[in-house]
Structure formats: structure tokens, C-alpha cells
């Protein structure tokens, strides 16, 4: 399981940075994906890095949020910039299951979720 945290309350424009935190494995060699969950939505898929490095993001982040994995302290972030009041929701990361180089960044193929950390933009 994954711990999530750096969210807060943030102005339209400004920028957070998300942690996800291992203690039980190393996340270098696992396939790590942001998602966020906002009052009455699903669940939708943010950015995952894969294993070997590739990256995916969602049309609404492009851009503005980076992920990045730091071995050494064994978490992956997310750089998120130009935040939107949209972008507003509970965060969280997970492990991606399997071992494909090439998984799709959706809910059904990460878990278990811990708790999320809460973005809050306001306009």
C-alpha cells in the first residue's frame, strides 16, 4: 500500500506537489499512477509511470503536471502547475498490477488504495 501527501489548499494558478511513499517495496521497478476522485465522480486515472520510464497523462493535465520517480527516497511525485478549480479532488496513488511495460492507466489495474491526500484550488 501507498501513502499520498502534499495536498492543500491553493489558489487558481498556483502549484502543489505530490508524494507517494512506499515502506513496504521498492517503486522502481512498479508501474506507480495518480488518480483523483471529486465529490460525486468516479474515479479517473491523473498520470502513471510505467516500468522502463514511459509516462501517460490525461488530456486534462497535459502540460501542466508532471510525474517523476526519485529512487534514492523511493517516491514518485507529481508536479502539478497552473492548477484549475477542476482539478480539485482527492488524490491518490497506487501500484499498477502485473508486470507489463506497457499497462493502461485505469482504476481496474492498480490498487490497493490508501488514503488520498486533498487538492483544493480555489478560483
Known amino acids: 500500500q501507498l501513502q499520498a501527501s502534499g495536498g492543500g489548499l491553493v489558489q487558481a494558478g498556483g502549484s502543489l506537489r505530490l508524494s507517494c511513499a512506499s515502506s513496504?517495496?521498492?517503486?522502481?521497478?512498479?508501474?506507480i499512477g495518480w488518480f483523483r476522485q471529486a465529490p460525486g465522480k468516479e474515479r479517473e486515472g491523473v498520470s502513471c509511470l510505467r516500468r522502463g520510464g514511459g509516462t501517460v497523462y490525461a488530456d486534462s493535465v497535459k502540460v501542466r503536471f508532471t510525474i517523476s520517480r526519485d529512487n534514492a527516497n523511493n517516491t514518485v511525485s507529481l508536479q502539478m502547475n497552473s492548477l484549475k478549480p477542476e482539478d480539485t479532488a482527492v488524490y491518490y496513488c497506487?501500484?499498477?498490477?502485473?508486470?507489463?511495460?506497457?499497462?493502461?492507466?485505469?482504476?481496474?489495474?492498480?490498487?490497493?488504495w490508501g488514503q488520498g491526500t486533498q487538492v483544493t484550488v480555489s478560483s
Open positions: 497506487a501500484r499498477g498490477r502485473g508486470s507489463s511495460y506497457y499497462l493502461s492507466c485505469s482504476v481496474s489495474n492498480f490498487g490497493p
Open positions: 513496504g517495496f521498492s517503486l522502481d521497478y512498479n508501474t
